[in-house]
């Protein structure tokens, strides 16, 4: 008797789990590797291109699932990060727990309010009042006192976070910081999975396909929305607690339209509608802006090149690369074999839409 085969759902789920696994073993075991030295900078800047990636997966949640592009979500960003900065003491290190409870608090509140707030719009004016909320968060900080005006302010010492009294980690330790984004790393995949794969997570996905009909059929889609908005805004400040101890210096540049802006490329870049996606973006938006900026000051010039190029050729980000590589291997193999090509291009289609 031949055993029942598992589901292609499944397989997907399991495969995906695999990749994330072996990705995480990877990320993890990278320290061990640069233990010289002169490999610092380079654990540095893994670290910063894992906070970016928490901050794009924050942003994927909204455009990718729930259908809502905003183009200010760099202010929850900037929020945690200068409460992290404010509350930090300056006498010594500060309580790492409290800080990051103090930041995310700040993220969460600033989303609640703009929530409430543009989530009566819709379209191109939800973008716009967005943006210009992000602008106000802006001038806030580079027009004021609050937090030393447009020169931003520092942290001078770096938290500490205690275990029953022990200090396993230290974040002076560039590894061990690392180790620390990481965490947090897999802990934002592990909730933006357990959510999207919730009911909540269904609502949000029928709400982006259509907000009429799950409304006709009993849901509330403002708040299903405004649970969003929040959620996302918390994780974005998670990013923007990390970011701010990492630098140990913010200042109003993090709340611009451009670091928004920087998210949205990494998601559109990496994949819409791809927890993988946002990660991957994230990883080539920043690796190639820093090899970019290494071969000319115009390194911009060259992003913009590649981002076009890679819309261009894989209109669903580089997460679809592995089914587009399978779809035209199917093709060669499909005339190879005497085949049709359109037969093989339908069937590659099909198990594009499947994966």
């Given at each position: 008797?031949?055993?029942?085969?598992?589901?292609?759902?499944?397989?997907?789920?399991?495969?995906?789990?695999?990749?994330?696994?072996?990705?995480?073993?990877?990320?993890?075991?990278?320290?061990?590797?640069?233990?010289?030295?002169?490999?610092?900078?380079?654990?540095?800047?893994?670290?910063?291109?894992?906070?970016?990636?928490?901050?794009?997966?924050?942003?994927?949640?909204?455009?990718?699932?729930?259908?809502?592009?905003?183009?200010?979500?760099?202010?929850?960003?900037?929020?945690?990060?200068?409460?992290?900065?404010?509350?930090?003491?300056?006498?010594?290190?500060?309580?790492?727990?409290?800080?990051?409870?103090?930041?995310?608090?700040?993220?969460?509140?600033?989303?609640?309010?703009?929530?409430?707030?543009?989530?009566?719009?819709?379209?191109?004016?939800?973008?716009?009042?967005?943006?210009?909320?992000?602008?106000?968060?802006?001038?806030?900080?580079?027009?004021?006192?609050?937090?030393?005006?447009?020169?931003?302010?520092?942290?001078?010492?770096?938290?500490?976070?205690?275990?029953?009294?022990?200090?396993?980690?230290?974040?002076?330790?560039?590894?061990?910081?690392?180790?620390?984004?990481?965490?947090?790393?897999?802990?934002?995949?592990?909730?933006?999975?357990?959510?999207?794969?919730?009911?909540?997570?269904?609502?949000?996905?029928?709400?982006?396909?259509?907000?009429?009909?799950?409304?006709?059929?009993?849901?509330?889609?403002?708040?299903?929305?405004?649970?969003?908005?929040?959620?996302?805004?918390?994780?974005?400040?998670?990013?923007?607690?990390?970011?701010?101890?990492?630098?140990?210096?913010?200042?109003?540049?993090?709340?611009?339209?451009?670091?928004?802006?920087?998210?949205?490329?990494?998601?559109i870049l990496g994949g819409i509608g791809s927890l993988a996606g946002a990660v991957l973006g994230a990883f080539s938006f920043v690796l190639l802006a820093e090899w970019f900026s290494t071969l000319t000051r115009h390194w911009q010039l060259l992003m913009g090149?590649?981002?076009?190029?890679?819309?261009?050729?894989?209109?669903?980000?580089?997460?679809?690369?592995?089914?587009?590589?399978?779809?035209?291997?199917?093709?060669?193999?499909?005339?190879?074999?005497?085949?049709?090509?359109?037969?093989?291009?339908?069937?590659?289609?099909?198990?594009?839409?499947?994966?």
């Amino acid at each position: 008797m031949n055993p029942t085969p598992m589901p292609s759902h499944s397989r997907h789920a399991m495969l995906l789990l695999a990749g994330w696994l072996v990705t995480f073993a990877v990320l993890a075991g990278l320290p061990l590797l640069l233990t010289a030295d002169s490999h610092k900078f380079y654990i540095e800047l893994l670290s910063k291109v894992m906070i970016m990636a928490i901050f794009a997966l924050s942003l994927q949640l909204l455009i990718g699932y729930t259908g809502l592009v905003s183009l200010g979500h760099a202010a929850y960003f900037a929020a945690a990060a200068y409460a992290t900065a404010m509350l930090a003491p300056e006498s010594g290190p500060g309580n790492g727990w409290l800080l990051l409870l103090g930041a995310l608090a700040a993220a969460a509140a600033l989303a609640l309010v703009v929530g409430m707030l543009v989530l009566r719009t819709r379209g191109v004016y939800f973008i716009m009042v967005t943006l210009a909320f992000a602008q106000m968060v802006y001038f806030v900080f580079h027009d004021t006192r609050l937090a030393g005006g447009s020169d931003g302010t520092y942290i001078y010492f770096r938290p500490e976070f205690a275990v029953a009294g022990d200090h396993p980690l230290t974040v002076n330790d560039p590894t061990h910081f690392y180790w620390m984004v990481l965490l947090g790393l897999v802990l934002t995949v592990a909730l933006l999975t357990l959510v999207l794969r919730s009911r909540f997570g269904h609502a949000l996905v029928g709400i982006r396909h259509n907000e009429q009909r799950m409304r006709a059929a009993g849901y509330a889609t403002y708040r299903y929305q405004l649970g969003a908005f929040v959620v996302g805004g918390v994780l974005a400040g998670l990013a923007g607690f990390l970011y701010a101890i990492q630098f140990g210096f913010v200042n109003p540049e993090i709340a611009s339209w451009h670091q928004s802006g920087n998210a949205m490329l990494m998601v559109i870049l990496g994949g819409i509608g791809s927890l993988a996606g946002a990660v991957l973006g994230a990883f080539s938006f920043v690796l190639l802006a820093e090899w970019f900026s290494t071969l000319t000051r115009h390194w911009q010039l060259l992003m913009g090149g590649f981002i076009i190029v890679a819309v261009a050729l894989l209109p669903r980000g580089l997460v679809s690369l592995p089914a587009v590589l399978r779809r035209s291997r199917g093709r060669r193999q499909g005339i190879h074999n005497g085949g049709p090509a359109g037969e093989s291009d339908a069937k590659g289609g099909r198990n594009t839409e499947a994966a």
